[in-house]
């Protein structure tokens, strides 16, 4: 398994035209639940920003935010983390704002230069840690600090939630609401948060490591096969093998996506879950330009069949 011939790795290919890839690309992020489920891919990445910057507004809806972010992960566009830095005002009212904001500090922390992770980070703490209405939007929160794991520190959330719960444990008795909030918060710091926190430090120690001591993790996280497998971490350890492959050296994404191709093959699960992994492995060998072996395509064809909107991916084939 390898490349017959080196060929440059890039996002897409693209096939749309400007105007084309606007209109697609607008459609995903302010499409609602009338846009396409995942990210078009085919758009020139400079015309993803171009939308971004041009038609996403500090009003814009917290899921039309959230729908550019996961635009920006695919076409890796840091460039537009500025703009969405610009529609933090401190003035979050209620669970939207929060949202909004806290889907922007997940661009800033995926992209942003240390300066403005730091910046992220005390904007978190200060700002939307002891806002009222963070309690209804926890789980922004929690992939806000993900995202800020090389600049946040978890410690002010869960003091907040310890403090609300403690609250809460006052009152449970006392309502049959009362009991809801408490179970709610108490089982969220339990079990959330604690979680989290364990994912933060997991995702920290990858990032300082270098690639031939984390690739095979990162593919492990990326299948779905790790405890830290949550969809957030799947594209973001996508997005470091990508990145790998692209500008460090490719074959050895290779070789280890096809090693797992060999395990799932190994573990004789059952159909549709084998097939779901195989496909995951094969494409991602294929989007970053690989071959497959004789008999990983022979898997990879029969595991087309269960279909897949895979993260390393391109629509093609």
Known sequence: MGTASVREISITLVRYSKPEGAQRIRGFIFGGAYGPPRVPRGIDPEVV??????????????????????????????????????????????????????????????????????????????TLVPNPATLDALPQMLEALVALSLSASPAKFGQRIQNETAKNAESRNASEEGMRNYERLASFQRNDLRKTV???????????????????????????????STAQMETWAARLLRAEAMTYAREPVYAEFARAMDVIAAQKLPETPSNILTLRAAQAILYLQGTLSPQHKAMYEKAKKVGGMNFLWDDLG
């Open 49 to 126: 920003s171009a939308v971004i910057r041009e038609d996403l507004k500090p009003d814009s809806s917290p899921g039309g935010y959230e729908k550019a972010l996961e635009a920006m992960r695919f076409y890796e566009r840091g460039d537009v983390v500025p703009h969405m830095m610009a529609a933090l005002t401190s003035k979050e009212t209620d669970a939207s704002d929060v949202s909004r904001s806290a889907y922007i500090l997940q661009a800033a922390g995926d992209f942003g230069t240390e300066e403005i992770s730091h910046r992220a980070a005390q904007y978190l703490d200060a």
């Open 198 to 228: 364990s994912t933060m430090d997991n995702r920290k120690r990858l990032a300082s490591l270098q690639p031939d001591y984390r690739r095979a993790e990162l593919v492990q996280i990326y299948l779905g096969q790790s405890p830290f």
